[in-house]
């Protein structure tokens, strides 16, 4: 008989130091902050016509805003769940297996009330970074991200939620584009070097509506850290050791106004291989998480969730230009 992937597939959670308190712990799992006022909102949106809603909005009405203490407590909740049944998982018998499906159906139920809280974030986001996606195709993936990013956030941050969901949305859009257009690089016609500027183009108003969904001072963090990034980027243009880093980093991301480049064409342009090339970006990348470390700066960025082979928070740099405003 093959096994179940339910059994078998690592729990993964958010540790909390809060979980290694039993009085604090009781406090998790008792009542939500303020539950009272919650639930009545949560049935006046309920109740709402929906015949009378856009339909690619409709999940923007399944549930209420969350405050900052519901939202500390369901990510809490949701974690400690998890963490229990991780700790089941080390030694799952058969007489433990309906305990261990228990706790992850709760959490689950946890994931899509914090889901269905942030929706609203979506539409806004989606509708400014879809670029040649339509309207449906951008909503469909905004909304995904606002799922898949619950169990990536860590409460014990300093950071809003809605402020992380933002970043790890814009990023998705951003990497998204920047995999289709390394693709056409090679067709340099007017239409496509109007495409390479999509970004500077349609996050530029990105700062009308972040107020919205994310607090200004977080939102500032993030914008001190780009600029941060951005002007160790152009101190490495001056030095005479640094520039071919430099070159090979702005050029790679695009950043600075300039158009993304392939690998390949870099090397082409400083006359190195395709190989000596990524060996500079990964130098130059180096480089600049050193300086940033180097000066106690931390990033707002570090955890969301990018591929392997990206380079965490410096991919989103290339879609920042008009927010640092570094024209």
């Known amino acids: 008989m093959p096994k179940n992937p339910i059994y078998e597939t690592p729990v993964e959670y958010k540790f909390h130091p809060d979980f290694n308190d039993p009085k604090l712990v009781e406090i998790i799992m008792g009542e939500m902050p303020d539950k009272e006022q919650f639930d009545k909102d949560f049935q006046r ?9 856009k339909v690619h909005v409709r999940p923007t009405y399944m549930a209420p805003l969350l405050t900052p203490e519901q939202e500390i407590y ?3 909740k949701y974690n400690y769940l998890k963490y229990q049944a991780a700790e089941l998982q080390k030694e799952l018998t058969t007489s433990r297996k309906p305990k261990f499906r228990r706790l992850l159906l709760q959490a689950e139920e946890i994931r ?3 889901a269905a809280c942030n929706y609203r974030l979506a539409p806004k986001i989606a509708k400014r970074c879809k670029g040649y996606l339509t309207m449906s195709e951008a909503l469909t993936e905004a909304y995904f991200k606002v799922w898949y990013t619950v169990p990536k956030f860590d409460v014990s941050t300093k950071y809003k939620f809605s402020t992380y969901c933002v970043w790890a949305i814009r990023n998705h859009f951003a990497q998204a584009y920047n995999k289709d257009h390394k693709r056409v690089a090679r067709y340099k016609t007017g239409g496509v070097l109007n495409d390479f500027h999509f970004l500077d183009d349609n996050f530029d108003r990105y700062e009308d509506f972040t107020e919205e969904v994310a607090e200004k001072e977080e939102q500032e963090k993030c914008v001190v850290v780009s600029k941060k990034i951005l002007k160790i980027l152009r101190d490495m243009e001056k030095d005479p050791v640094g520039k071919r880093r430099a070159y090979a980093v702005r050029h790679y991301y695009g950043l600075l106004k300039s158009m993304p480049k392939t690998l390949r064409e ?3 342009d400083i006359n190195v291989t ?3 090339v990524r060996q ?3 130098s130059g990348l180096d480089y600049i998480r050193h300086k940033l470390e180097e000066n106690g700066v931390e990033s707002p960025y ?3 969730d990018v591929p392997e082979e990206s380079y965490n928070f410096y991919d989103i740099v290339s879609s920042m230009e008009e927010l640092v405003n570094t024209s």
Do not use: S, T
Request: charged share 50%; glycine share 4%; hydrophobic share 45%.
């Open 45 to 53: 949106i309920r109740a709402l016509d929906k015949r009378k809603i």
């Open 74 to 76: 369901l990510f809490k």
């Open 112 to 114: 899509k009330l914090i």
């Open 266 to 268: 870099i090397g082409d």
């Open 274 to 276: 395709k190989e000596r």
């Open 280 to 282: 500079l970006r990964a």
């Open 302 to 304: 570090e955890d969301i």
